[in-house]
Structures are given as structure tokens and as C-alpha cells.
């Protein structure tokens, strides 16, 4: 299915509106604690998405569309978990300033809703579908109109695993060092997607569709992911030439070995 990039765009813009308009009758105080359940949410879905998913796949059922169900079930859940966990805590309504009140709940609404698409941007990367997405969405594209949501969350995701809850000592030294700046030398830090190609990976694993991604790709700049840094390609982008970043282990095929064949 092609969808015109203009409509899809309009389309997205549409109902992340209708979702910041439905959070900010939370008012402040409710939209700010939903915001962090979602933050907090998606990043426990992103650590642990890939186990459940080959967990799914073990089963032999065949569900070749395990990662993008895996990712969006703990999301689902880890979000209703922390909701049901702030309301019971904190159940009554802050009241601040007339003008404090309304920045604040439109703030918080309108970034949980950034957060919740970019997260399901990601989700339908990672399904077994054509390698552009309503014949539109790909790793170049920045859905919707150039904000490109998608490749800002797997930048954040990434600056999260190097940097803020690093876990150092394992996994493999960062190829760009960017992350695991210890003192005055570089150790191994079990960071996501250290040379930025996670998007990259998942259209070329994506079934239908024709046409290699990862050799003859337009010159993409080296950049860290989300801007920070400046010295690795950022999630979804080439490295320098067009190119992925040298060595590193690939991502997780799409939907592992079961994943449909192209059709003739």
C-alpha cells in the first residue's frame, strides 16, 4: 500500500493533535506523570524486546512479526503497570498557577505523544512488511514532515545505554568513542546500536521489496546518534561513504528464521 508522503504526514500530525488535546485534559500534574510512565515505558520495552522476541519464535508458531509484537506488548504493559502505579501513589491533582497549569499540561501532553509515535515509528521498522512502509517510510525518511521521531528515539535510546545506565565491562568498545569514557581511557559498555545502523538493518531484513540497502547508499554523514557526540553515524544513518560503521554484530533479523520469503 502507497500512501502520498504529504497525506501520511498530514495524517500523523492529525493524531499526535487528537493525543496531546486527550492528555492535557490529564491536566498538569497527570499529563507530567504520564509522560515519564511512557518515557520510562518505552525504555523498559527497548532493553527487553528482543529476548521476548525470540522466546516468540521459539515456539515454532511461525509469527514472523515477533520483534514488533514483543516491543509493543511491553510497552503496553510496562506503561499501564507505571500508570496503575502513579495513580495509586499520587491520586489527587496538584494545583499550580493558571498560567503554570496550562504550559505545563500542554508541554507534557504534546512530548508523551512525541514519545508514544516515535515508538510505534520504530515498531513498524521492525515488522516484517515492504522496505518502505506505506511506500513512504524508510531509514532516509523523517516522518512526519522532517521531525524524524524515529530516529530520535533510537538516538536517545542509544545515548541512554552508552552514557546514563551504562553498564560497563561488557559488550564491546564503542567503535566511534563516544561512550564508555572512563577517566582517561575507553572501556567495553553494553550499548544499542553502536554504529548507528539499526534502521539501516531492519529495511534491509524487511521481505518485500527490491533493491540492497547497505551497498550503493547516497553519502550519508557521520554523525553520533540524536547529536551527541560527534564521531559515530547516528541510528539509522550510513557511516562515512554511504557505508555502516566497520565490524559490530548485526541486528536481529526480522520475525528470526521464520520470516516470510519475498513474493515473485
Partial sequence: MSVPPALLDTLLVALMLFMTYVLTSEGAWGAALMFFNVLFGGLIAFNFFEPLADLIDSTGIGWSFSETLAMLLIFCASVFLLRLATETLAPAMVRFPNPVYHLTRLFFGFATTVVTFAIILVAFHAAPVHKN???????ETKP??????????????QYVTGDIFADYG????????????TGNQYMPVNMFDPRG????D?????????GEILEGSGGGEAGAAGGEGGAGAGPGMPGPGGMPGPGGMPSRPIGGPVAPAAPN
Fill in 133 to 139: 512502509i506505506f511506500g513512504y517510510i524508510n531509514y
Fill in 144 to 157: 512526519p514532515f522532517g521531525m524524524g521521531l524515529d530516529h530520535a528515539w533510537l538516538g536517545f535510546f
Fill in 170 to 181: 561488557k559488550g564491546s568498545r564503542d567503535p566511534y568513542s563516544t561512550y564508555g569514557k
Fill in 197 to 200: 545502523k539499526w534502521l539501516l
Fill in 202 to 210: 531492519k529495511q534491509e531484513a524487511r521481505p518485500y521489496g527490491e
